[in-house]
């Protein structure tokens, strides 16, 4: 959530478009416009890739932009699956940003629920992708995104996986989610941008939002898991990294389990110094695809 000047972010978008990732596939730049925005997307086609293979939606941070080389595009190469990367818009701070009600994001009407929709239905007809095997995942405010996604009345994603990501407070006080979601959240305790603990006294400026294992626990109740699984494993870095605690909960109900992935003494990263990220989300995601 760190926010450097706006031109940085620019040049950081400029470099991305023309840089040329080691990856097999094809990138493929892209736009569509929803309520008077055009909103720019990159889409990510590995090689060989199946017609109705699954997609993934990857959402930048707060002040970031596209970047081609992310944590989904090993797993796309792996697996078979696409990525589509789409470019926020500028908020009232001028910076780039997903509106999921930041205090200072008072009074922006950007719908980013809506476009985010919209997009994937563009893309599924255009790239004849998968319309049942579509998940979204995000950092920090792209991890904002999923949950305010999860919370809303939609029927695109059927799954989505947060990466140091938060519930704004209000979303919890204001909506409650129409159908149990399955979801996934991979965050440091020592987190100090989107703190473990939460800060419901917006000491820092975004505005109240919840302690992950409550924000977590809504989930948890709402998918009716009724078994935990809790496993501990070691850093890929060994004793130098940081061990992760892995929580399992499961819902023979609801069929839709929750993940959560408490990196310990980890902070406020995509956490691919502990752990391979992108692969741990798509093997959360697999779990979820229709035949």
């Known amino acids: 959530m760190k926010r450097p000047a706006f031109i940085f972010a620019i040049a950081a978008l400029l470099l991305s478009l023309y840089s040329k990732p080691c990856h097999a596939g094809r990138y493929i730049a892209d736009s569509l416009k929803v309520d008077g925005h055009m909103r ?13 293979a699954p997609l993934v939606f990857m959402l930048h941070g707060y002040s970031s932009c596209i970047k081609h080389d992310n944590i989904m595009i090993g797993p796309a190469d792996r697996h078979g699956f696409a990525v589509c990367i789409p470019q926020a818009l500028i908020d009232p701070q001028g910076e780039t940003s997903w509106n999921v009600g930041y205090s200072f994001q008072q009074g922006w009407l950007v719908d980013d629920v809506k476009a985010l929709c919209r997009i994937a239905r563009h893309v599924q007809k255009r790239y004849r992708l998968s319309r049942e095997n579509t998940f979204l995942t995000g950092m920090s405010n792209g991890g904002e995104m999923c949950y305010l996604m999860a919370y809303s009345k939609q029927s695109t994603f059927k799954a989505v996986a947060a990466i140091s990501g938060l519930t704004m407070a209000w979303t919890y006080e204001q909506m409650e989610a129409p159908r149990p979601l399955p979801l996934m959240e991979i965050h440091g305790t020592e987190d100090r941008l989107s703190e473990w603990t939460g800060d419901m006294e917006d000491k820092t400026g975004w505005g109240t ?7 977590v626990g809504y989930w948890v109740a709402k998918n009716r898991c009724t078994h935990e699984e809790t496993e501990r494993t070691e850093s890929l870095k060994g004793a130098e990294g940081h061990p992760i605690v892995k929580h399992r909960y499961s819902s023979p109900t609801t069929g839709c389990d929750v993940w959560l992935y408490e990196i310990v003494g980890g902070v406020h990263s995509w956490h691919t110094e502990d752990i391979d990220t992108g692969e741990e989300i798509w093997q959360f995601f697999s779990h979820y695809l229709k035949k």
């Open 40 to 52: 720019q997307f990159v889409m990510y086609l590995p090689d060989g890739l199946q017609a109705d």
């Open 209 to 215: 939002y919840l302690p992950v294992p409550v924000a």
